[in-house]
């Protein structure tokens, strides 16, 4: 069992505008059964954060090709991508490179 | 031998095993020392010092390599608040910070162009991306321009025209030029002056303070042109069109305002992700013919002002990641294909199509943008055809369409054009060129500018104009260049006719 952990997420490039224009997001993610990794905490926030036409954030499983994603302002590909278990106080950052955001 | 054949058989399981993946454990490629923060290039993971110096020679290099922009030259920097036009303005910043050997030496002005109308946002809206946009231009510090799109209401027919000036200057003058610049510098080195980067141009400076008031420099554009725009903005039937006439329009607002103040250079941000989406869109678009001028290095086909693009190295993975580790400010500005769904347009759609290919094959962007840097600028009809033969009336390359070959897709188009132009009246006929060598005045030329100013299209652009229903609402300037256009073409046609006439009397006589 995952105790509860908080987070900020934030999103940047045009990304924030799907959801009301908020960029920074310090949320409680609830404890759980499985660690939360950034694959669940996706999941979360389609569920939760994002306000209109998730296609554009989420495809699969995973962000929309197009979006970056940093963990401590580092790259997530170093991290292990969707694996990454998230930590208490971490920040992930999605910043859009598409045009218009 | 034996040996050998161990070797081959034992690493070598069903799966080829897993290429090294960068994780937090590996050091910085190029320290090796430091942590990584950033992968770049296909599986290279950096630190943020290596990445920082990495990321600043490339733009050096790139300027380097071209030795296009001579010093004291005159820069307009093309700046949309966007990721990597505001990282190319940090970039010219730092180059001019620099200590002498390395410093850039070219003179820059920053333009950001208010879009909003085209956008259908609301003046409040506008007015709220203004305030960002004025710190950030006075921060900068360099002269500045704050041009609303409505402006290309008032903007002359001459725009439009090519310049014919020898753009390319042989090596040898890139370095007299350099020479005599140094020399100068250190005449006025020895009088001392103090700040290198502001104390050279002591005239743009002042100007440019003083008219720091938003109120008094930047009018709001005429409510009247605010509507036409938008009026013309919403009469656009696809995004495509609409995204094509909002570059046309940009380009040549950007050109008006680089050749009323001096500018020779015009630099955008365009990123090599960006080049590559607008390689292959540019082809669906059928704009291949101008791909080199589209998405290269430099792009002299308005003559006196080339547009470089020196960011085109920069991924825009690069650009987003340089811009947050080292705070480079931005402004969003919501686009016209903003939360657009992805098959919204030709644009967004290869810009998904790309983005997710370079998911699955990390090369995709950069073997496509190679592409871009092979392509060679010879017109059709030889390199001497790069002075002036006739120009398309909206992107100004050279025509690429033959009305004689009706086989192709343009003979097409201007066969169904002219049926349908024929079929409501008579007089319609002259929508030819030949018709209109013929008819007897003006009247019936100014009854159907649509099909005139077809005539003066390239194909890409022609493809694109017939999402306008209507050319009435374009902006005057592109109505009376193409007016003029065709009344130099009627008159130059009436002398070849009486010149053909005097000569077959001669033989005739004779």
Known sequence: MA??????????????????????????????????????????????????????????????????????????????????????????????????? | MCQVGEDYGEPAPREPPPAPRPSREHKCVKCKEA????????????????FKAFYIHKFRAMLG???????????????????????????VLEGLSQDSAKRLRFVPGVIFIDEGAACGRSPEERAKTLAEVKPILQAIGFPWHVVALEEVFSLPPSVLRCSSQEPAAPDGAYKAAVDNFLQQQHVLGAGGGPGLAHGEEPLPQPRAQSAWDLQSLVRPPAAAQTEALSHLFCSVRTLTAKEELLQTLRVHLILHVARAHGYSKVMTGDSCTRLAIKLMTNLALGRGAFLAWDTGFSDERHGDVVVVRPMREHTLKEVAFYNRLFSVPSVFTPAVDTKAPEKASIHRLMEAFILRLQIQFPSTVSTVYRTSEKLAKAPRDGPAAGTCGP?????????????????????????????????????????TPQGLCCSPGGASRREDPQACIAEQLCYGCRVNMKDLPSLEPLPPYILAEAQLRTQRAWVLAELRDCLIEDSEDEVGQS
């Open chain 1, 3 to 101: 105790a509860p952990l908080s987070v900020e997420v934030e999103f940047g490039g045009g990304a924030e505008l799907l959801f009301d224009g908020v960029k920074k997001h310090q949320v409680t993610l609830p404890g759980q059964e499985e660690p939360w990794d950034i694959r669940n905490l996706l999941v979360w926030i389609k569920k939760n954060l994002l306000k209109e036409r998730p296609e554009l954030f989420i495809q699969g499983d995973s962000v929309r090709p197009g979006i970056l994603v940093l963990i401590n302002d580092a790259d997530w590909e170093l991290l292990g991508e969707l694996d990454y278990q998230l930590q208490d106080q971490d920040s992930v950052l999605f910043i859009s490179t598409l045009h218009g955001g």
């Open chain 2, 65 to 91: 390599k071209n030795r296009l922009i001579f010093p004291g030259e005159k820069v307009l920097l093309a700046w949309s608040g966007g990721p990597s036009s505001s990282s190319m303005v940090r970039q």
């Open chain 2, 35 to 50: 942590q990584p923060v950033v992968v770049i290039r296909a599986g290279d993971a950096f630190c943020r010092d290596c």
């Open chain 2, 391 to 431: 120009r398309c009336l909206l992107c100004m390359c050279t025509l690429d369409v033959d009305t004689a070959d009706s086989a192709t897709a343009f003979g097409v188009q201007t066969a169904s054009h002219l049926s349908q132009i024929q079929s409501p009246t008579p007089l319609t006929e002259t929508g």
